[in-house]
């Protein structure tokens, strides 16, 4: 298991790679070209040139989060093929750079989606919260507004402005998208995509859509145990796995996450390891990752991933706004740090605890 923290480069990030190498147990990071937008060609040289600032800190650069997929992609518009074309020459260039974990997701128009970026809790931290009647409040125009003026001027990962200027056509291009569609457009990517990926061992990981249910009438589907099983089956290779993420799957309360983990063995590739806290149906916080302050048991979480022999990488997801820092939400470092730290406390007390002298 690698432990990483997402870096979103040294233009765009708050945090300096160089105090994600104090970070005990830290040993790389997956980050991404922040400034590309999804369907474009990735240029060698700022690959490179991301690789060299992350290593020249003296990590490593373990993962790419994310490549995002154009809509047309999703939608399955004659134009795709153009775009997976694009996609394929970003994956041979990764591979030639030995890059081998790429996190992607196939969510319709909004990424991940919240009402609330500084929802405050009572020890005065401040967390992404998500009120389902808030989100439904607002008109899937002005969404993209409403997540922007609260972001402390970072742009937000996977909230291009470039495509949320377009809000009405990207809805219009959904509008007979369901989620037998949308299943059907990604089991045709991922069999487009395979030869690179198994050229290079370039595993795929898809994260899961977060929230886990449809958003303005917008279908979801990588929602559920079931599903991300049927994902793992409908191209039935080791490339086309799965991220993880413990927050996403978390925030409904009917996923049994150690359960998912279990059933996809071998398939999971990547981890993001976090607490949310359930207050009532439709109402969620992000907590600090101890179990004990949300919904989670983050013991049975890592104790299913030792289980199946999880080997891939990890990382503490979103963290608390905490000790003043100010950043892109979600992403400061001082909660994060203490998650990684968290995390990797409880892994070695699972390696460790066969090992009790009497
Ligand atoms: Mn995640």
Known sequence: MDMTLRWFGKKFDTVKIEQIRQIPGVTGVVSTLYDTTPGEVWKKEEIRALKRDVEDAGLKLLGIESVNIHDSIKVGTPERDQYIENYITTLERLGEEDIHCICYNFMPVFDWT?????????????????????????????????????????????????????????????????EEKLFNNLKYFLEAIRPVCEKYDIKMAIHPDDPPWPVFGLPRIMTCKENLIRLTKMVDAEFNGITLCTGSLG???DND??????????????????????NYPGDFEEAAHLSSDGSLDMYEIMKALYDIGFDGLIRPDHGRAIWGEVSMPGYGLYDRALGAAYLNGIWEAIQKGGERKR
């Open 257 to 278: 996450i150690p359960d998912i983990i279990r059933s996809l063995k071998g398939r999971i590739y990547f981890a993001h390891v976090r607490n949310v806290k359930h």
């Open 114 to 178: 919240r009402s609330d970026l500084a929802r405050p809790r009572k020890d005065g931290s401040t967390v992404l919260a998500y009120n389902r009647d808030q989100v439904e409040a607002i008109d899937p125009d002005k969404m993209f507004d409403s997540m922007q003026e609260k972001a402390n001027g970072a742009t937000l990962p996977g909230w291009e402005p470039e495509r949320m200027a377009k809000i009405k056509e990207l809805f219009e291009m959904y509008a007979d998208v369901d």
């Open 251 to 253: 925030s409904n309360p």
